[in-house]
Every structure is written in C-alpha cells, then in structure tokens.
C-alpha cells in the first residue's frame, strides 16, 4: 500500500483542485444514512452510494454554482459526473482507512461534535440545543454521529497519508525554482510564498496518491458505478 501511495501516477493540476473541491462541497451538509440501502449508484469495496447520497450531493452542487459560483447553465451531466465522483472519493477513503486499520473511539467523535460550534451555546456544548438542531433537519442523532464518524475516520486516512506523502529532492528543487520566479528581483525572499508553494506540490502529490489507489480499486473490480441510475 504504501508502495502504491508514493509512486501514483501523474495527474492533471486543475483536476486535481476540481476534486479537492467536490469532495470539501460534497462533505459539507448534512444527509441520513437509510435503514435500507436499494437502488445503489456504485459501490467501493464494501460500501455502497445510495441514490438518495447521490441526489442530495448533485443538490449540493448545483447549489454551490448558483449560489458560489453564480453559474446557473451547469449542465446536468456535469453536476451527475462531479457528484458520482466526489462520492467514490470520500468511499475509497474509507476503503483506505480500513486497509490502515484506522478506528474513531466514542472520545473522539464527543469531542468532535461537542467543539463544532454549531451545537454550542455561549461557547459550550449544549445536548439538547443539539438534538433540537438535528430534529429540525429531520436527522437522528445516531445518524448524524455515524455520519461524523465516518468524516473523522476519512480525516485520518487524509492525514496518514499526508504524512506519508514527502516531496523528492528533485520536486522540492521545483518548488524553489517556481518560488524563485514568482518573488521579486532583488527583494527578499518571502518564505511565507515558499511555503504556500511547497503545500500545493504536497496536496497534487497527495491527490495523485488517492488517485493511483482508486485505480487500484478498479483494476481489482472493486468500484462500481451504475450509469443507467444517476
């Protein structure tokens, strides 16, 4: 595994945000799982895409151009192909988590929720206000608590591999190189660029190692996706 995160193949950069992207959009509200899981879009190894997910996620995104972008003539196929592939994304996450044996203890997941703002009440965690806001976006707190789980668990297979992802002498000359061309002639080096720099050459080195284990995925046929019902 960790042979195929340092050697993924190379990936296109404006992808690359694209996806990064989708998945932080995708991430971001609130949905249920189903006590029942039919008409499943895809599946990733053992975890499935529900249809719901998937149309609560083209939702999301056709919200986000309107709204964000203020783009209103986003084609359906587009919002179909970003939504499916954000979906698979966060799925082989968790896939990967797995393979590293990750788990997110019952402190983990209080302590996660308790700091979300969003449940506070002048700065501290209030239970009730909490299961007053989940009711009022017709979710169970157990639902909700799995959902946050499976974010936190994704987190962690993120930060694994961001730790396992470390720049060659070769592509930290790059980094210097395009910073050298980027700061002005004669003015001192601004190190804050440097790094801004390094941090995008790491996350394209990151995204590159998810993508070479998604296809990974697919060669062992592994990710499914069923075009006929998105």
Known sequence: ???VIREGSPWIIKAVILVIAVTFVIGMGWYGYEASQPNAVA????????KQEYLRAKQRLYQFYRDQLKQNDVKDETLQQLAIDGLVTNRSWQV?????????????????IANQKDFQKD?????EYYQKLLAANRMKPHDY????RTELLIEKA?????E??????????????????????GAEPDMKMFEQIKM????QKKQRALQAFQASLRAHGEVTIHQELL
Request: charged content about 25%; overall charge negative.
């Open 1 to 3: 595994m960790i042979r």
């Open 200 to 203: 995008q050459f790491v996350m």
């Open 96 to 112: 990967l988590a797995d393979e590293f044996g990750l788990a997110v203890s019952s402190e983990e997941l209080y302590n996660a």
């Open 123 to 127: 700065g501290v965690f209030d239970a």
């Open 158 to 162: 993120r930060l694994l591999v961001s």
């Open 145 to 148: 608590e799995k959902q946050r």
């Open 164 to 185: 396992a992802t470390t720049l060659t002498p070769a592509e930290l000359q790059e980094v210097k190189d395009l910073h050298a061309r980027q700061s002005l002639e």
């Open 43 to 50: 599946t990733v190894g053992p975890y499935t895409v529900t």
